[in-house]
């Protein structure tokens, strides 16, 4: 059976798009600028918020939908909301209580709001640079409405990944929750994951999802991986990400996203 040509690179950002320093280097930028000399469009999906992708706009020349919460908040380019799924307002507190039982610092996203109760807590500083946005510091989460995401912050990777199989048990088809890096677990609104972004993105381009091509590094890239035609992962991905994709590019430190880019969707050898 012919594979259907790819109208559209849908990527994830960190651990894929940019190096482990959150970098965009040369080549992926000038490889996104080849893409649309295909006549190939070009998203990018993401945990972050939108905020935390702004800086991604301007050297991608990005004109298409920005799926921030891994798809819980779809902004345009000039950060203006399209449309946003927020996580149901019964569903918080108990959800945080879960994270901080079993260990794991908690963030929650509101609005345009990270909101922080420790400033000093694992990865709000590499966080910070990363978006580079500070956090808003509260005393407690009591009373936030309109949580877009939960984040539960742990090194203990093998603790992380219990939990998120905790949140799942406990909270069903209320939540959805996936790993975005092996110390995150991401809590959003059932509707708010990676494999939505391509039905809606394809809803609102007119390309069929056969014709998307994605490309990630973590658990949570597989749903998109499931819903497009043609799905990369990334070489630092795990095994399990490899086998849910039908190619294996190189590592984001050496260039993985560009030369997919240029050897699965281009078709062009370096």
């Known amino acids: 059976m012919t594979q259907a040509p790819i109208k559209i690179v849908l990527a994830d950002v960190d651990g894929t798009l940019v190096t482990q320093e959150k970098a965009l280097t040369e080549r992926a930028v000038d490889a996104v ?19 935390g992708m702004s800086m991604l706009i301007e050297p991608l020349a990005l004109t298409t939908p920005i799926a921030a919460f891994n798809g819980g908040l779809i902004v ?8 946003q799924k927020t996580i149901p307002d019964h569903i918080v507190a108990p959800a945080v209580e879960l994270l901080d039982g079993q260990g794991l610092d908690v963030w929650l996203y509101s609005g345009a ?6 400033a000093n807590a694992p990865h709000v500083d590499r966080e910070s640079k990363t978006v580079q946005f500070d956090p808003k510091i509260v005393e407690s989460f009591d009373g936030v ?4 995401k939960i984040v539960g912050i742990s090194d203990d990777h093998d603790l992380v ?18 790993q975005s890096q092996p110390y995150y677990l991401d809590i959003t609104n059932p509707r708010a994951n990676k494999g939505e972004v391509v039905g809606y993105l394809s809803d609102h381009l007119g390309i069929p999802a056969e014709q998307f091509a994605t490309i990630g590094d973590m658990p949570n890239d597989i749903l998109m991986f499931a819903r497009s035609g043609s799905s ?4 630092n991905a795990g095994p399990e ?6 190619q294996v590019t190189a590592s984001n430190e050496d260039e993985g996203f560009a030369k997919a880019i240029e050897r699965f969707v281009l078709k062009v050898e370096r």
């Open 161 to 178: 990944a219990k939990t998120t199989d905790r949140v799942r048990e406990k909270f069903g088809e209320h939540v959805s929750a996936a």
């Open 113 to 118: 709001d990270w909101l922080v109760c420790d």
């Open 33 to 51: 600028k080849h893409l649309r000399e295909a006549g190939i469009e070009f998203a990018v999906t993401s945990g972050r918020p939108p905020r």
């Open 241 to 246: 990400v490899h086998r849910a994709a039908r």
């Open 232 to 235: 990369i992962a990334m070489g």
């Open 145 to 148: 409405t309109d949580v877009a």
């Open 76 to 83: 345009h380019p000039d950060m203006s909301v399209i449309e």
